[in-house]
């Protein structure tokens, strides 16, 4: 479509460029008249008498007020629409230090569908996948990001009216950091810092210059959240045991001055506070009582909330309350769930979401952002999450959204069909699970990965149509992959997925069975399913490396293929077990004479939950390092 703008657009024309094969318009002097304004005020978007009109405040207003207009100018004839942004900032955080590492481009393909949505905010958390040029270790073969990349992708999102914001950490969450021999002088316990040393405050300095020094802001997040076994390694050792509120006090402390020195303002995570002033130390206390001489100790910081747990606004509403009783109203962290397993969990992060921006509304919140971690692997790919971070953009800007308004903003946005991609919440959401899943169950990833002969996990799913369930899947994601073009390869890898899992499902149970019942004949054709599975997991593999290299740098992949091939490994292990009762050159298979159990930990599994765990946990009931 052709496009005349029509008012000053000097400081909307690079932005506008990056912006207009996505929109599929043209700037042309002989198109559709749009006259644009910035001014104080709301975003209005108006069509009639054949002239558009757009009103916008912030530079990233006007690109969703585009995409707004260009939406109702596809369907009436004539419109007029307002809408006042519910914060000053609202935005996203995109894990990078979960072995997957986003290439540039993909980052500015994210950034460009922020745009749409009208989210100003970006950060990427990187604990050590960026460069730090003083020690070489730092991020080595990890994937991270050179001073040049994050330059360039900060210039890309100041365009487009969005902040970058650098998010590294501080203090814990840093095992990747520290494992190699440069940092021996410089560890407290394997993923925390030695606090309170000369050479700990010099790292710190480095990798605060480092990390801020490609970006425009001047805003830094610097985590320190979950130190919990802070003072109880190298640190005991040298000065004997100190409780960890005053370790953590005087390092935070200090990270604020070294951060104050290149004029940064700095944000942490607040549960070192709520975690101090509850008796069992735990974060979500309601009864936690924080001391005066702690609240006169914060140092000049935003706390930061985060919580995707609760589905109910009046938690969200008390809790941000107590945030405010420390002096400031804290900015919020919510959460997108693309860390459940292999796929997306919808259901959670949509109950979870809506109650928290509802609060955050109520209570005067004025920061949020949505987070997008990947635990375990980033097995789950980010772009999976785009759905819920058009909900949590709509949410911003309006009180309440529709799903025929989700629909038609994220087929503007990321060009996708919104009922498509629900589909990839049935992954997770199979018979046996309750609605919304809240109870974070993730049998597409425990039935992917669990040994067929050992099968930690067969009991928790007996008695579950599983197999025909993921057989549904498979053929509805296959439609998704021709209605969705732009996203064939995310939607190939999930049916895919889903194929796999229509045999892999309960094959362990029908092994057990045939093989407790002495049915050699069962025996035999499931050696042939066996044999079948093998090449869907292949084909999975091939198109799960195709995803991964289209969004993520190389490096992590590796830890994915290793899972695979200890995967075909074990299968191929299985077939030659079987095989070789079936000859009579063994007369028992142990591991199918073993009684099966349910798993039964680390995690609770309420009812409505088959269960969730992590790769070491599903594979083996042995030690996996």
Not at 177 to 206: C, S, V
Not at 293 to 299: C, D, G, K
Request: with cysteine; proline share 3%.
């Amino acid at each position: 479509m052709k496009i005349r703008l029509i008012g000053d657009t000097s400081l909307l024309e690079r932005g506008l460029s990056q912006l207009l094969q996505d929109m599929n318009i043209q700037i042309s002097d002989d198109g559709y008249p749009l006259y644009i304004k910035q001014r104080k005020g709301p975003l209005v978007i108006k069509k009639e008498n054949g002239y558009g009109e757009l009103f916008f405040e912030k530079k990233v207003h006007f690109f969703r007020g585009m995409g707004l207009w260009l939406e109702n100018h596809e369907q009436k004839q004539s419109f007029e629409r307002t809408e006042q942004a519910c914060f000053q900032t609202s935005g996203v955080m995109v894990d990078c230090s979960r072995n997957g590492v986003l290439r540039t481009g993909e980052v500015q393909s994210l950034l460009r569908k922020m745009a749409l949505m009208g989210l100003n905010v970006m950060m990427i958390y990187t604990e050590d996948t960026y460069e730090v040029p003083e020690y070489p270790y730092f991020g080595y073969m990890r994937g991270r990001y050179n001073q040049e990349e994050l330059a360039m992708c900060d210039a890309y999102a100041d365009d487009l009216g969005i902040e970058m914001i650098p998010c590294i950490q501080t203090l814990a969450h840093l095992t990747e950091a520290l494992k190699w021999n440069y940092a021996i002088n410089l560890r407290d316990t394997e993923d925390i810092l030695l606090a309170g040393e000369p050479q700990t405050r010099q790292f710190l300095e480095h990798i605060i210059t480092a990390a801020s020094k490609p970006f425009r802001s001047k805003r830094m997040h610097i985590g320190m959240d979950e130190a919990h076994q802070l003072g109880l390694g190298k640190y005991l050792d040298k000065n004997g045991y100190r409780e960890r509120f005053g370790i953590m006090s005087e390092h935070l402390q200090d990270v604020v001055s070294i951060a104050e020195k290149y004029d940064l303002k700095t944000m942490i995570w607040s549960d070192m506070y709520f975690r101090l002033g509850s008796k069992d130390g735990a974060y979500y206390d309601l009864e936690a009582s924080i001391p005066d001489e702690v609240v006169s100790s914060i140092p000049d910081t935003q706390l930061v909330y985060w919580d995707y747990y609760h589905t109910d606004q009046s938690f969200y509403q008390a809790f941000i309350q107590k945030h405010q009783s420390l002096g400031s109203t804290p900015v919020f962290a919510g959460g997108s769930w693309t860390w459940n397993g292999i796929s997306p969990n919808y259901g959670k992060a949509r109950a979870t979401t809506e109650p928290a921006l509802l609060a955050c509304k109520e209570e005067g919140v004025q920061e949020v952002f949505l987070t997008m971690w990947g635990d375990n692997g980033a097995e789950t790919p980010l772009s999976a999450g785009l759905p819920m971070l058009q909900l949590f953009a709509e949410h911003a800007y309006q009180e309440f959204v529709s799903e025929e308004h989700l629909q038609y903003r994220f087929g503007t946005c990321a060009g996708g069909y919104w009922e498509d991609f629900m589909i990839l919440n049935q992954l997770d959401e199979t018979p046996g699970v309750s609605t919304s899943n809240l109870h974070e169950s993730n049998p597409s990833k425990f039935l992917l990965w669990q040994d067929v002969l050992i099968g930690l996990y067969d009991k928790n799913v007996h008695g579950l149509p599983l197999n025909e369930h993921y057989k549904k899947l498979s053929t509805a994601l296959e439609k998704a992959i021709v209605r969705n073009p732009q996203w064939q390869l995310l939607f190939c890898f999930y049916h895919n997925l889903a194929r796999v899992l229509n045999i892999k499902a309960e094959i362990g149970i029908q092994l057990k069975q045939a093989y407790d019942a002495d049915d050699t004949d069962a025996v035999r054709l499931l050696i042939s399913e066996v044999e079948e599975l093998k090449q869907r997991l292949n084909t999975l593999r091939e198109s799960h490396r195709d995803l991964w290299f289209s969004i993520n740098k190389p490096f992590g992949w590796e830890v994915l293929e290793i899972r695979y091939g200890g995967l075909h490994a074990r299968l191929e292990t299985a077939q030659y077990r079987l095989e070789q009762w079936l000859q009579g050159e063994i007369t028992a298979i142990e591991e199918l004479e073993a009684e099966r159990l349910e798993f039964a930990g680390p995690y609770e599994m309420p009812e409505g939950s088959l269960g969730r765990n992590i790769y070491r946990r599903i594979v083996t009931a042995g030690n996996l390092s």
